[in-house]
């Protein structure tokens, strides 16, 4: 399915065919560093691996750094999950994979900003391509 997506960032404006799905929210607000969700609030370290039921989330191997950019505020019996991204050893792998991850999966190894704003999340939080 193609979809158009606008993307503003201040002083451009990018337009561009999307194909993907909007998959199923999983919460309806996230925990961010700052209002916008870019900045980095911890590194964690996978304790297990974890194989993605779909395509919001991600791959994990056992050991593998993840950096934490969200994270889900729970929501009835959901699970808990942070939005993060890995990078793998491959040179086609420099953008790295995001998505979410259950956090029980990780130990934060290193803390940078505390996740203290708390914004609603948006239908592209759950977008698959």
């Given at each position: 399915m193609a979809r158009l997506l606008?993307?503003?960032?201040?002083?451009?404006?990018?337009?561009?065919?999307?194909?993907g799905i909007f998959m199923d929210r999983l919460a309806s607000k996230k925990l961010c560093a700052d209002d916008e969700c870019v900045y980095t609030i911890?590194?964690?370290?996978?304790?297990?691996?974890?194989?993605?039921?779909?395509?919001?989330?991600?791959?994990?191997?056992?050991?593998?750094?993840?950096?934490?950019y969200s994270k889900l505020v729970k929501e009835n019996d959901a699970g808990e999950f942070w939005a993060g991204s890995v990078y793998g050893n491959r040179p086609e792998d420099e953008m790295g994979t995001v998505g979410y991850f259950p956090s029980n999966?990780?130990?934060?190894?290193h803390v940078y900003q505390e996740a203290t704003k708390e914004v609603p999340t948006t239908d592209i939080d759950f977008f698959c391509e």
């Open positions: 606008l993307l503003f960032l201040p002083g451009l404006v990018a337009i561009g065919t999307v194909h911890s590194l964690a370290r996978a304790q297990e691996d974890y194989n993605a039921p779909d395509c919001r989330f991600i791959n994990v191997k056992k050991g593998q750094q993840i950096y934490v999966l990780v130990e934060e190894q």
